[in-house]
T-cell receptor
């Protein structure tokens, strides 16, 4: 399979807590991306991490990548109700310009 | 700079009819991707096109589905003789010059087959 698998499928936390979601994959990659989807809307690109990077930050987002374990994690710190959405990891297969999406983690942040 | 535009937003068809979904990429983007999403599921890749070329259609059903991206005008995803199982949200995304490092998505077309 060329797509990633997110874990957990659903996550419910209180506002202010941190949210961690994971993505595992099977193929070789040159980068891994995370996207957010609000209900009924298109996806929005959040962050990209390259295969030679181990960690990357963007605002309240922190992404890690472990290519030896073929896994990535997305951490959202100090969560807000507005972070409620589905989060997907996306993998471009090596040598191709396509992009495959995982199954998603549905995050609910309770005010 | 307008984003990726998809229309219609909602499309209702009866079984056996044809559905035509349109996607206008962001200005300057020459590559378009189509994805299908069933309720509570992830996005399934369907087809990846460059202007006047289909680059990868490995995710598209062999029958009833076709896609094009002409030199002028929007990309079209066409579904002939729709069946209830075609009901889904169809998303289009675009990227500049075939870079897959950041896709820009439209708001999708929700297809309902009665």
């Amino acid at each position: 399979s060329q797509q990633g698998e997110e874990d957990p499928q659903a996550l419910s936390i209180q506002e202010g807590e941190n949210a961690t979601m994971n993505c595992s994959y099977k193929t070789s990659i040159n980068n891994l991306q995370w996207y957010r989807q609000n209900s009924g809307r298109g996806l929005v690109h959040l962050i990209l991490i390259r295969s030679n990077e181990r960690e990357k930050h963007s605002g309240r987002l922190r992404v890690t990548l472990d290519t030896s374990k073929k896994s990535s994690s997305l951490l959202i710190t100090a969560s807000r109700a507005a972070d409620t959405a589905s989060y997907f990891c996306a993998l471009p297969p090596n040598g191709a310009n396509n992009l495959f999406f995982g199954t998603g983690t549905r995050l609910t942040v309770i005010p | 700079n307008a984003g990726v535009m998809q229309n219609p937003r909602h499309l209702v068809r009866r079984r056996g009819q044809e559905a035509r979904l349109r996607c206008s990429p962001m200005k300057g983007h020459s590559h378009v991707y189509w994805y299908r999403q069933l309720p509570e599921e992830g996005l399934k890749f369907m087809v990846y096109l460059q202007k006047e070329n289909i680059i990868d259609e490995s995710g598209m059903p062999k029958e009833r589905f076709s896609a094009e991206f002409p030199k002028e005008g929007p990309s079209i995803l066409r579904i002939q003789q729709v069946v209830r199982g075609d009901s889904a949200a169809y998303f289009c995304a675009s990227s500049p010059q075939g870079s897959n490092e950041k896709l820009f998505f439209g708001s999708g077309t929700q297809l309902s087959v009665l």
